[in-house]
């Protein structure tokens, strides 16, 4: 029997790196015989480093292009293991200023003490069988690192995988706004959650004087602290709803679409939202955030919480969703479509 690894950051109970897991355990089911492949997913307690009672080793969604699981891999790489770079992204806190033709005008590889990485996820992938990666950041992230790039794709992340939702009940349109608020403990653009959460209560004001309702909603189990905060902060009981419950991901689906549209922070709560075919506006918080929104040629929706005057741009996009709902969700789901087959590739092509 073969042993695969699928190594993610799990069982924190965060919905989307669960997400990520379970979609990949959901695949292996489907195109792996169950008594030929044994799958482990990396829950504490598992020796990601040791790559020795495992035949193939997984890096899974999540910003793992990182120098710790890039070495993690590679050195299961080394020891002859299969190794797989299945939806992995890069992260960092370093705003993405974009040039003329849409690249970061920064190069990305890493420089003094990660130095060495840089050749390691070089090696890493030329040793893979598959490298498909979360965004074209990502991707070029890759290409600055000096990998050769005729053996990485933009796989798009693997929340590409959910399913398209259930039609949509005909009725009066929703006047309710889902808001994912959370934590990134101010490692974030502009390091300054307070100031974030600041505007963002300015904006939501304004936006329940024009008729909306508010649902607060959190993704991950720290940030419930800061959700109860932002309730409080608005004060208005009448118009806003503050839900602590941690769904699961099909579960927060299905609410999710009685929304008119979401204003999140965390990740992977824009992901639900626009799989569950509600559109988003993204507080980009980190480079994951930018790479995800260039990746579905939304960016214009991701908006950089360093910014000095967000809750404007939080209206603007708002008013944008309000004339543009139907084309914002045919451009998410073409590109989910495409990257749905990548993502299936290495299972259909039996790469494991």
Same mark, same amino acid.
């Given at each position: 029997m073969k042993r695969i690894l699928y190594v993610g950051w799990l069982g924190f109970n965060n919905v989307g790196d669960e997400l990520m897991w379970l979609l990949f355990r959901d695949l292996c089911r489907a195109y #792996?015989?169950? +008594? +030929?492949?044994?799958v482990i997913p990396s829950i504490p307690g598992v020796d990601? /480093?040791?790559s020795g009672p495992y035949d193939v080793v997984v890096l899974g969604g999540g910003s793992l292009l990182i120098p710790g699981y890039i070495d993690v891999a590679y050195q299961a790489a080394r020891n002859h293991k299969k190794v797989m770079i299945w939806g992995s992204g890069h992260d /960092?806190?370093?705003f993405p200023v974009m040039d003329a033709s849409g690249k970061v005008a920064a190069h990305l590889a890493y420089t003094k003490e990660n130095l060495a990485t840089n050749e390691k996820l070089a090696e890493l992938v030329k040793m893979s069988k598959y490298c498909g990666v979360r =965004?074209? #950041? *990502?991707?070029q992230f890759l290409e600055d690192s000096g990998v050769r790039m005729e053996q990485a794709i933009i796989s798009g992340d693997p929340a590409f995988l959910l399913p398209a939702p259930s039609p949509r009940k005909n009725g009066q349109a929703s006047r309710t706004i889902g808001v994912n608020w959370g934590t990134a403990y101010n490692r974030i653009f502009g390091g300054n959650e307070e100031k974030v959460e600041q505007q963002l209560v300015e904006a939501l004001r304004i936006l329940i004087s024009q008729g909306y309702r508010i649902n607060i909603f959190s993704v991950w189990g720290p940030d419930r602290?800061? &959700?109860k905060r932002l309730y409080a902060k608005l004060g208005n009981q009448t118009n806003v709803d503050l839900d602590l419950e941690l769904y699961h991901h099909e579960d927060l689906m299905e609410k999710l679409k009685s929304y008119a549209l979401t204003i999140n922070f965390k990740l992977h709560a824009s992901y639900l939202s626009a799989a569950a075919g509600v559109p988003f506006v993204s507080l980009g918080y980190r480079f994951k955030c930018i790479d995800? =929104? &260039? *990746?579905?040629?939304l960016q214009d929706y991701v908006l950089s919480t360093g910014d000095t005057a967000l809750g404007e741009s939080i209206l603007d996009r708002v008013a944008k969703i309000e004339k543009e709902t139907d084309m914002i969700r045919e451009k998410?789901? *073409?590109h989910q479509s495409r990257y749905r087959e990548l993502l299936k590739k290495p299972f259909q092509e039996q790469l494991f």
């Open positions: #792996l015989p169950e +008594k +030929k492949y044994d990601i /480093r040791n /960092r806190q370093e =965004g074209p #950041l *990502s991707y602290e800061a &959700c995800f =929104g &260039c *990746s579905v040629d998410f789901y *073409s």
